[in-house]
């Protein structure tokens, strides 16, 4: 375990404050929680359960979360936690995830608040939360809320995709584009989803939309309601339900070639490589998913007249929505509808104007905008992902 002194505001340090496995015995699974930095003894992040999840990865992951909830003003640390099932796992997921629960539960009471992430759902969260006796709408000086907290996060799911959408429309704002954009969205699970909701609903064309299994596309425009209609929960399209003028592609990078103003991605890190760059068609790249470009591939793309706009600064919606609520910035006592429009006009603003910063650093030459704007906020350089933003 490896421990640095907190400084209470104190956003980047070297190495995280507290990495730790978490024994889960008799499971055959492994777990771990990584808390990147604590501000005012809080800290937050997801639990992640995928069978590749390292130490090292959500090393990574709790750095970017400190980043996200930084660059939003919220004061708290980041976080992330993580399941790997392990190829000899014996025992059932709610076994695993209960005993996750009672050994995190100390971590929990403590401050640091783990929420979903890849491969864990609300109803994985409130098992973990009942196995620790944790009651997060109880937390000293959260907002006092007068629905479920699993109410609140059902109502707001589409909230990081909203978000990322709301990035792309300040983006066009920004390069004075009114006219309806040509959207390829990769990744069509709960981000992806939702950002080619928002962003047909606001007169956008979404022309290509990638799934794991390959990309379906329309020149003249997908129905975006009517796929997500034919959506799994775990963001695969049925193929059976498509209308006969969409062109289906197979696995692969089928979407980089779809002609498009906007690309969205949605889906695994590493999507756009060095590799993958000369093919980029839209001068506007959006990192909905984590690290979705590498390092280099977002360099190479700005030095080629590309924006791009960074996963820590658009796809906040979730975790700067819930840190409101933990951190009691949110107003208490709101109905549902008005406590869901607080939040995602908090949210709106936040990534409006830190998506604005980051174009105006790109255009006067920044290669690392996210790295100046951390930098100004009082935060710490280099970050272990390893790669700018
Ligand atoms: N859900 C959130 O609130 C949230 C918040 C912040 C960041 N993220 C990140 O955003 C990304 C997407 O998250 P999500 O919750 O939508 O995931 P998800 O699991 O709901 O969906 C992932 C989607 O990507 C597709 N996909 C996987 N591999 C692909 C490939 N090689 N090519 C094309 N499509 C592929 C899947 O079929 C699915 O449609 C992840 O990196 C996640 O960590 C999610």
Avoid at 153 to 180: E, F, K, N, Q, S
Wanted: charged letters at 20%; one cysteine or more; aromatic letters at 4%.
């Amino acid at each position: 375990m490896n421990r640095a002194p907190a400084r209470p505001g104190a956003v980047g340090v070297a190495r995280p404050t507290l990495s730790t496995t978490v024994d889960l015995p008799g499971s055959g699974a492994r777990g771990w929680v990584v808390v990147d930095s604590l501000v005012d003894g809080l800290a937050m992040g997801g639990t992640r359960m995928t069978p590749t999840v390292t130490e090292r990865e959500l090393t990574a992951l709790a750095r970017a979360m400190t980043h996200k909830l930084a660059l939003v003003g919220l004061p708290i640390g980041g976080a992330k936690a993580g399941i790997a099932p392990g190829p000899g796992a014996t025992a059932e997921r709610h076994t695993v995830l209960r005993a996750f629960g009672r050994a995190t539960a100390p971590l929990l009471h403590g401050g640091v608040y783990l929420g979903c992430d890849q491969g864990t759902t609300y109803a994985d969260r409130h098992m973990v939360f009942e196995a620790a006796g944790y009651d997060v709408t109880r937390r000293p000086g959260a907002t006092r809320l007068t629905v479920g907290w699993g109410e609140l996060w059902d109502h707001m799911a589409d909230i990081t995709g909203y978000g990322v959408a709301v990035a792309v429309l300040g983006a066009l704002r920004a390069a004075g584009t009114r006219a309806p954009q040509r959207v390829v969205v990769q990744g069509f699970g709960t981000v992806g989803r939702a950002v080619a909701h928002h962003l047909a609903a606001r007169g956008h064309r979404v022309v290509a939309v990638a799934d794991v299994r390959g990309t379906v596309e329309d020149p003249r425009g997908l129905p975006v309601a009517e796929l997500i209609a034919h959506t799994g929960g775990d963001g695969t399209i049925d193929r059976t339900r498509l209308p006969t003028a969409v062109r289906v592609h197979g696995p692969g990078r089928a979407w980089l070639a779809v002609d498009a103003d906007v690309l969205v991605l949605a889906a695994s890190p590493a999507a756009v490589d060095e590799e993958a760059v000369p093919g980029v068609r839209a001068g506007l790249v959006v990192e909905g998913g984590n690290l979705s470009c590498t390092g280099p591939a977002r360099r190479l793309l700005r030095e080629s007249g590309h924006t791009v706009l960074p996963d820590v600064v658009v796809n906040v919606g979730g975790a700067a929505a819930t840190g409101c609520v933990l951190a009691g910035l949110a107003p208490s006592d709101l109905p549902l509808p008005r406590l869901s429009a607080w939040l995602r006009a908090w949210v709106a603003d936040r990534i409006t104007a830190n998506g604005e910063l980051v174009q105006e650093l790109s255009a006067s030459g920044s290669i690392d905008p996210v790295a100046e704007l951390l930098t100004s906020r009082g935060a710490r350089r280099p970050s272990p992902v390893g790669a700018g933003h």
